[in-house]
């Protein structure tokens, strides 16, 4: 992939998760959202940082008692065991998520043989 907003495939029945890099220690995805939003009962948590810039669109994420609106060029830091929603995108148009996974375990290094 060479351009976060080429060839979009289509986001309205499910968010779309594309892995852009995956290092240990670090993550970087593209996500696409169209009206999708966190059930109440089913919080995201994980147990690394995460940091997110929309790039596209228009979304709502509740955490830590707050909620924060976030249009283009918008950032939000959330950090590890943090229970967070997303509490709107934009049904009418893609939101484009960028988003930094810090200190999650990535893939195992390779091996090289003697």
């Not at 008692?65 to 939000?76: F, I, M």
């Not at 509490?87 to 003697?114: C, F, K, M, N, R």
Request: aromatic share 8%; proline share 10%.
């Amino acid at each position: 992939m060479t351009n976060l907003f080429i060839d979009l495939p289509e986001a309205i029945t499910a968010e779309v998760f594309t892995t852009l890099l995956d290092r240990p220690g670090c993550r970087l995805e593209r996500i696409l959202s169209q009206g999708q939003t966190t059930p109440p009962e089913a919080p995201y948590q994980q147990p690394h940082d995460e940091w997110v810039l929309l790039l596209a669109g228009a979304a709502r994420v509740a955490l830590e008692g707050r909620e924060v609106a976030l249009r283009p060029g918008d950032t939000l830091f959330i950090p590890a065991h943090t229970e967070h929603w997303v509490t709107y995108t934009d049904p009418a148009v893609i939101s484009v998520w960028l988003a930094v996974h810090i200190g999650e375990a990535g893939p195992p290094a390779a091996q090289v043989s003697a």
